[in-house]
């Protein structure tokens, strides 16, 4: 017993160590960013899908650089006051750095970081949890769409329906989801099943900062908000 102790501290000793290694590899690698590159944004994100964000960070791997992850580790990186801050202003973003979010750094053009972010977003099958965007209702008679292997599964997410000479049918109207309402695990399922896609994943540019200019794109949001937070 006393063994398996000492090789639990250990364990956990390392593990500490390169949590903390970690860390630093990021914030070294924010204030390399900070130096090499021409500007950097704060944004935020909604529905998050990796392979999608993978796949828009790729896009831009030659001219860009993005961080995700922990927004305190972030905001030490900048500097969170004008006395500690990597380079002029940086302070101002970091400050901004909060909820789901993440940063840019980037050498395109202003106009072109925007049209990108702008014109992003990639539909998905929503999750649990997620408000519905429409009311979803099956009406009472055969679902073609379904083949009659699946109908002991669509009983288990609470559908009303049997097998009718092989299809499977719905004995009432039923209602998947209502507007505005979250998705129970069930209905996630079921919206799923018939291929209709409730979630957006969008980033959403929050503010610019570059050696010379800072700008704020979130609209009710003021630079003297960011000052006095």
Known sequence: MPKSKRNRAVTLSKTKKKGKEHKENIVNSIRECAEKYSSAYVFSFENMRNLKFKEFRDQLKSSSRFFLGSNKVMQVALGRSDSDEIRPGLHKISKLVR???????????????????????????????????????????????????????????????????????????????????????????ILRLLGKKMATFRLHLICRWSPDEFEIYREGLEESDIESS
Do not use: I, W
Request: net charge negative.
């Open 99 to 189: 909820g789901d979010s993440g940063l840019c750094f980037t050498n395109l053009s202003k106009e072109e970081v925007q049209r990108l972010f702008n014109e992003y977003e990639e539909h998905d099958f929503a999750r649990t949890g997620t408000t519905a965007t429409e009311k979803v209702e099956l009406q009472e008679g055969p679902l073609d769409q379904f083949t009659h292997e699946m109908e002991p599964f669509l009983r288990k997410q609470g559908m009303p329906v049997r097998l009718n000479r092989g299809v499977v049918e719905l004995v009432s109207d039923f209602v998947v989801c209502e507007a505005g309402r979250p998705l129970s695990p069930e209905a996630a399922r």
